[in-house]
């Protein structure tokens, strides 16, 4: 999935405006200007589209942990220069504070059924043994499950 669709979606999960995506970045002290987020909001055959950076997607992340779960203490998170769909997938789940069944629950939702094993083999650490790559699909069910969890009047 790209950086742009992520936050395309996460928008709409959470009834962000412009603005709103703007204060989360600005809780990680990340500057960044309306017409920016606006341009990668917009669909991919829109001229003023632009391409959201995986820095500038890893900040967004960062600002949404914040202000769902409150700032720790100690220095702001620094974000990725790199993200792949395992780092979205582990802090989103921070953020929404979810716990494994919560999450198998949320992907049930979507008609996908992974093990508890599978799961956590998604937040592991890339060298680990076990470690598994998530997938574009599972990421994706879990992003539209958030939807429906969120703003079931919207699904």
């Not at 412009?18 to 017409?35: N, Q, T």
């Amino acid at each position: 999935m790209t950086s742009n669709d992520i936050l395309r979606r996460l928008r709409y999960a959470f009834d962000y405006h412009e603005s709103h995506l703007k204060a989360i970045y600005g809780r990680v002290d990340y500057p960044i200007e309306e017409e920016t987020i606006a341009a990668w909001l917009k669909n991919d055959d829109d001229p003023a589209y632009r391409v959201c950076p995986d820095r500038d997607l890893a900040a967004f992340l960062n600002g949404l942990i914040i202000e769902k779960r409150g700032a720790k203490e100690g220095p702001k998170p620094v974000p990725e220069d790199k993200l792949n769909n395992n780092i979205v997938f582990k802090k989103l789940r921070i953020a929404l504070n979810l716990q494994s069944e919560e999450i198998l629950e949320i992907l049930e939702g979507q008609g996908v059924r992974i093990s508890k094993h599978e799961l956590s083999a998604f937040f592991r650490n890339p060298d680990h043994k076990h470690y598994r790559s998530c997938k574009d699909q599972v990421l994706r069910n879990f992003l539209t499950g958030i939807h429906k969890k969120y703003r079931p009047q919207q699904s």
